[in-house]
């Protein structure tokens, strides 16, 4: 077909086209339908009619194979996970966990990270130190945080008080005095929690000391389970076992004058002490030559037991470092008397 063929064709078909859409008919009717128009037309159709019906090459719903049924109307609904009945078991030892961590801490005067551990080593000791059926009790009823099987396996110890509380001071990196504070804080918090469970542990003889809190004064703990402060006849008593120390507002001081070199020595061994026992004094560098060691309960405005232990502590890593140091070249402040 020419070209100019091809245009006569189309324009006597858009004038054919014309005509119909003149006569209020569609071009196709007469023949005269361009390729656009048929475009549109079809998709006005299809819009209009709806899809074809089914064919070979479109599956109809007895060709597409089983529907799958809708859901029956009534009937119970299945539950949500927040509908199951109880209280999800994680979240009781939680709780309980937080309970029994946060009053050892209150009565130990520690923070929550201090008395996790303290709670864990004497839970974990306790555990060690009772026949079968009271340890599986006293594992069914503290929280899983504080012990578990593995932290049972353990070497043989010495059965009685002291290797106990070593124990306690080996798993919570404390020194055998904080032990004690320790596992009686437990203990009472434990009883306070569930008084049953204590009273029903077949504990051995030598653990019975550490169920109640000692007397007021001298011991470590008071009757309602805070840190004790010794009396004014403990003090003294104390004070006169620390020659280089003395008693000012609550607090144990000593003040020590060295050469910067060998200072610099001692004030690193004093360090050690707070990751070895989780104890150690605050130190305040006055010249290069004198610093001046405090050691004090922050829960109580007293000398505690706690701090006469620590200040023997300090008086023996200063020893280890200066080989008799404190009684030659350091030149130790006189202290003033105690109470």
């Known amino acids: 077909m020419s070209g100019k063929q091809m245009e006569g064709d189309n324009q006597r078909r858009r004038a054919l086209a014309r005509q119909a859409r003149e006569q209020g008919r569609r ?25 074809p019906p089914a064919g070979s090459r479109k599956p109809n719903a007895e060709r597409a194979g089983p529907v799958t049924p809708a859901p029956a109307p009534g009937g119970r609904p299945m539950p949500l996970p927040d509908d199951i009945g109880g209280t999800v078991g994680t979240d009781v030892a939680v709780i309980a966990y937080r309970d029994l961590v946060s009053d050892v801490g209150r009565r130990a005067g520690v923070d929550f990270e201090q008395a996790r551990a303290a709670a864990g080593a004497t839970v974990t000791a306790l555990a060690r130190a009772l026949e079968e059926a009271d340890r599986q009790r006293l594992l069914d009823a503290v929280p899983g945080q504080l012990c578990d099987e593995r932290s049972l396996a353990s070497a043989d110890r010495r059965r009685d008080l002291a290797g106990f509380l070593e124990e306690v001071a080996r798993l919570s990196h404390r020194s055998p005095e904080q032990a004690r504070y320790q596992a009686q804080a437990t203990l009472s918090a434990l009883a306070e929690q569930d008084q049953g469970l204590v009273e029903s542990l077949d504990l051995p003889e030598y653990l019975r000391d550490l169920l109640g809190p000692p007397p007021a004064g001298g011991g470590l703990v008071d009757p309602t389970g805070g840190a ?35 200072l610099d ?9 707070r990751p070895d026992t989780g104890r150690g004094p605050m130190v305040g560098r006055e010249t290069p030559d004198t610093a001046v060691l405090t050691v004090r309960t922050r829960s109580l405005d007293a000398v505690s037991a706690l701090d006469v232990a620590l200040a023997h502590q300090i008086d023996d890593a200063i020893d280890e470092v200066g080989g008799g140091m404190a009684t030659g070249a350091e030149r130790s402040r006189r202290p003033r008397p105690g109470p």
């Not at 609550?250 to 910067?260: C, D, F, K």
């Not at 020595?265 to 002490?273: E, F, M, P, S, T």
Request: overall charge neutral.
């Open 228 to 262: 004790a402060a010794l009396t004014d006849e403990e003090l003294r008593d104390a004070l006169a076992t620390l020659p280089y120390w003395s008693a000012d507002r609550g607090r144990l001081t000593r003040t020590i004058e060295l050469p910067a070199e060998n």
């Open 265 to 273: 020595r001692v004030l690193g061994r004093l360090a050690r002490l």
């Open 27 to 51: 071009p196709s009717e007469v023949g005269a339908t361009l390729g656009a128009d048929k475009q549109l037309e079809s998709l006005d159709r299809g819009r209009r009619n709806g899809p």
